[in-house]
């Protein structure tokens, strides 16, 4: 950590700073400029936090040169991390698909669902019961009966389910029936929640916010990591920019720089990240030439009548189109789609 | 709301526009341009979300004309709401002022700072327990041994206290010890805890999250509203952008916009949105000057010893001087501060 | 075009608007709703400013349904554009490479890198002579004496050369020597250059502007093109966002979204749009599997001495991999690298 | 400067590093971290770019600790540069108001305006007569003609002129007719022009661009400054975020950020840093609550018939009814509106 003091700080203000430095357990190294007095704060610091200095009289600014999440590091942990689901892996070679509907509306609908994009590639199944929505008079999900739907789309085609949690009170339900929690992208700072998932042992797939920087998203990993849960997967999602033509703006540059940072697996979720169906094969593509090692994908089997999201929703043959694509960019980067379980008769 | 049609859409796809318009309760209404037919959608639109058109085949896009909030519109509560608290009203003629610390750190430092700010003119006391920090390895509050010294500081002092929740499992506890809940930036959009919150009769202070626009602010509003509590203070603290000088920018136009377009009152959070001591006092005035009703101020007795956001915080007598020259803009405003009460005998 | 009405906007105001579409040579139709009179102006509306309404007592807002630009639209031109430069095409079935030095240092440098860039696969060489610089006291470029050596470099290789203009005084320099004219981010909206510039028939580069929507790209061609110069080239190089981890974030949706709003050929700049070599191939590679036309890539022999944007500048050896990579996805799209040009003995 | 070297960098790299500081006229500081060696930089470092070493094998990342710019820095100039315009001052006690019509549409409205603005309180006449304008088929000014227009009001009313520049190729009549030159948003980085615009002795106001950081701004007047033209007022005009409410978000933070890191006068604009007339006022008063030294406002007699920017203009008793209040607020810091130029006889 560097501290730069002011122009004119003086030597009881620069003593202070190294009093503080040395009772947050670090060294300190002078080094004295034209106008600037630099003080580097040596030692492991990836725990102190860059306030404790700038609140000194005399300090203009404080630069962390180590980075301040440790667990979900690629500096100390190079490989990556590869996790194993129900009959496939995410984070190593195989490149994993997640597709289903943006809410469990019926156990029709999901069962439809699940049969078809097991049919057109899919390796596990999505499908929200809890919604978060911006409105409070729009459908909010089917709660508890929707993950009983869930329960038996798993059984039918013995794939794992991704369900999204919306509340701390969800938990115990959430680590009973699913395969993997999602945390969207409104939680991804309900610390709160982050640290209660991080006691349990359920995969977790961690989207960004849509204001978050990749940093941050690799602080909410380090809740859950710190906890003791290590099996954490992120999801660039889009952000929010100032551009309207889609709904959010794809981050697709996310994806090399995490795989720089950290080696925990990394996603794209096209469906949000464009919000609109015509232009998520393109987006879907694009994730993959950039190296990521999977995707989540809103399909529906009639996207005119879902409750929620319809609008981004592929229907099942344009996804089986996107997955054959999708498999041969896979190729190119010198992977494979992951296997598929044996689609079980109906 | 206007449904778009795409250029040669053809008779089918209108006429399935028109029977979702009724099936939605609304009538339709025709209107075919050169390229574009539109279609109307007339009735009380405010539930009906734009999806169930937009996912039709031949839909371009839709427009919503109405507010897609009721209970938070000026066009249908066209006075101020005015809620009182211990002594003093927020939302009408008196400007109010909240300040505290950022975080209850010890039972010495809340006493010292909330006779402090109560000298200085501060209406109400804020403090944190439950801290939402970016970092797990960071100072997450004293937890419910902080309410104890806030409901201490309370009785000492007279003054009413502002507390941020984090999670549904503490809405209990703050129901019993807190005068007003405060929902952080973060929690903007946790539906699940608005909800919650709206069963309560305990006043909120609602903060705009840093990437929420000043309608998705108001639909978070809304949801408290909905469950039957009506006393709901917006509170504008910053949103994040492009620029690094500050920590974030303060949206001033929310200001007059917000009051505009709902009765409720509107605050801003200086400490915040500037993220810099330095520029709070600027920031303050240009709040009252631009409309809003009060401001929440972070202040602590020896800000370089703060527990977190000590950059931030004024020291005691800055705040006084920011208090008088908010005294003298409100002044010019035809408003003034809100009376304080007696500082009580330590 | 649609008019919105406030609620209790009066008969007389409805008239007036009523009036100002028949002055503006269009005719309306009205459409009453329960809070808003919505009052649609049919006819061609692009050259229409919504202004014109915008400011009538009594609207609440105005919503263009049509787009605003006609030449660059798709709609009125269904094909893609493909126009011709020195032995390929762009904007049909090949993938274009442009590739070379930010700036064009020395004869030595440009001339290495241009023999360099052409054995790796590059079509046509980039190089800028005028350089738009933050600061005033770094390298502003070689200026006309640059343009001789590039139009060495063209001879030598037989590449089409590609060269920003920043200043309408250069104009007929650029005519002279170049093969396509760049207009740089911070240009897009110089509309009296692009007007000049729309009078000559000289290939364009448009890059979209660092906050520019894709709607104000497509309106600044519009400028070009109703000037009569219809080979406009659009390329999108990252827009400005709060992520501070890249110099950029490249909006990978901007490229499914241009190719169906436009005929006009659509390359990426990857080399701006993440601002560091480490992320170029994996973002070249997104760009051509979401569909985009080509690409154009800073690259330099020794980046470590550019004068300007050495971070983001590729070696020839990682050029010349990153070649190869996109060769490959090109064919999964169906496409495939336009032909090279041969190399000419030294 | 601080070169921040990657975990494991060798002791070749770090030499080199060293070479090429001393290569730069600096002297280097070695400071060695857990994880990362720290160089540092030392001497006059502001036209030094960081680029030089962020290309260097083995280095993370550069850090500038002193300011890029110099000329517009307080630290070189700590007093306020205060400029007389005909009769009153910029940037010292008193505050100055512009105001006037976005476009000269005609000899009788300029003439009408500037009366009515003169007699409102106005210091100094806006009109533009090269207007910017998104679409090519818009109203692009009056050019030429309308600077007579502008010189008859100027002489009629005795108040300064100020007129937006949009092509180099307008100075000479620039500095012929008018007595501030205003550099639009969009050519805020348009570095020819503002090289040209240095070299005369034409007052200038300078906005920021609509995604230009806060040190951006004070680089693009470096140029001019540079130049040796001293007479740089630099204009806040809203930036560009995800906020749709209103056309801009003004960053008031913005105001006292400038005040503390320049010396040169702070303008606020409110007409198109919120892009409607009903905030306008809001914004004037918070403007100068928060420490600007001045406004630019549009003001129309009849904004429904205005040929540009019609939503944002005042009507001229609103504008009247604003000076006011902004006189109010100017007298509680300490400070008065300038005196106003005697209302000639028509």
Known sequence: MMIIMKPGSTQVEIEHVIEQIRENGL???????????????????HAVPTAVFEVLDGVESVIRISQPYKLASRQFHPNNSIFPLDGFTV??????????????????????TARAVQAAGAHALRGGVFKPRTSPYTFQGLGEEGLEFVAEARQLTGMPVVVEITSITQLDLMVKYVDVIQIGARN??????????GKTQTPVLLKRGMSATIEELLMASEYILSGGNQRVMLCERGIR?????????TDINAIPVLKALTHL?????????????????AVARA???????????????????ALSDGRQSLKPEKFAELVRQVRQIAEVMGRSLAPTTKVQEA
């Open 27 to 45: 060294t300190s190294h002078l080094s004295i400029g034209e106008d600037h007095t630099v003080i580097g704060a040596v030692g492991d610091t």
């Open 91 to 112: 984070g190593g070679d195989e490149i994993a698909i997640i597709a289903g509907p943006c809410s469990v509306e019926s156990r029709e609908q999901l069962l439809e």
């Open 188 to 197: 991804m700072q309900n610390f709160a929640l982050l640290s209660a998932i």
């Open 241 to 249: 920019t100032f551009e309207t033509a889609t709904r959010n703006t």
């Open 265 to 281: 697996p990394v996603l794209l979720d096209p469906s949000h990240s464009t919000g609109h169906a015509d232009y998520v094969p």
């Open 287 to 305: 994730a993959i030439a950039a190296g990521a090692d999977g995707l989540i994908i809103e399909v529906h089997p009639d996207p005119a009548h």
